[in-house]
């Protein structure tokens, strides 16, 4: 396992349309994490699982996404109803609980055009 | 809530000289990391170099090295020797010290230019 892995790396999709991402995690991590990068600006936190619980969540999580992690391994994100302003990078990271230098490791991001 | 911000959205360094980022942050907390991350065209963001809060030793990996200040809530980036290689994105990041979930707090970015 050489690193966090994200699936697809690009979509395009039409406004109204649901989307789905994966995100493969490097073996051992514990924790992951799904951030939203807009063009020319940082990442911006969308929510953190610890193995399988959805522990934390941002306000710019609305109700056309949901996020889950069903055995505490790879992750999903969908969006439902797609708008223009989805249009992103979603980038995941994961993390061990309890490794003292509490580093995040980055996927390569799945960028997202809504036409 | 914490903020993070980075002043310079584009800089520009010649080959083997040294450069300077700037990074201030807004906290009320009194432990946490802070972060640089470089995110190259096209590829995905590496960590550079991390500040715990309650070192007052400046960290350092080879030729990236910061200048924290804790009382002023700055973290600047220096970048000794340039190479064409460093040219990215990089991005400053707060992360509060906590049991519960560590999820980084971004500056807007500064956009690093290395020309040969």
């Known amino acids: 396992d050489t690193g966090v892995s994200q699936d697809p790396r690009h979509k395009i999709t039409k406004r109204g349309q649901n989307v789905t991402f994966r995100c493969d995690p490097i073996?051992?991590?514990?924790?992951l994490y799904w951030y939203r990068q807009t063009l020319g600006q940082g990442p911006e936190f969308l929510t953190y699982f610890q193995n399988e619980a959805q522990l934390e969540k941002s306000r710019l999580l609305s109700d056309r996404f949901s996020a889950e992690r069903p055995k505490g391994s790879f992750s999903t994100l969908e969006i439902q109803r797609t708008e223009q302003g989805d249009s992103a990078m979603y980038l995941c990271a994961s993390s061990l609980e309890g490794r003292g230098n509490n580093e995040q490791y980055f996927g390569p991001g799945t960028r997202l055009t809504v036409t | 809530a914490q903020t993070v911000t980075q002043s310079q959205p584009e800089m520009s360094v010649q080959e083997a000289e040294t450069v300077t980022l700037s990074c201030t942050y807004d906290t009320s907390e009194n432990n946490y990391y802070l972060f640089w991350y470089k995110q190259p065209p096209s590829r995905q963001m590496i960590l550079v170099i991390r500040?715990?809060?309650?070192?007052?030793q400046n960290a350092t990996e080879n030729r990236f090295s910061v200048n924290f200040q804790k009382a002023a809530k700055s973290f600047s980036l220096k970048i000794s020797d340039s190479q064409l290689g460093d040219t990215a994105m990089y991005f400053c990041a707060f992360m509060k010290h906590s049991n519960a979930g560590n999820m980084l707090t971004f500056g807007g970015g500064t956009r690093l230019m290395v020309k040969p």
């Open positions: 073996s051992e991590h514990n924790r």
């Open positions: 500040q715990e809060a309650y070192k007052q």
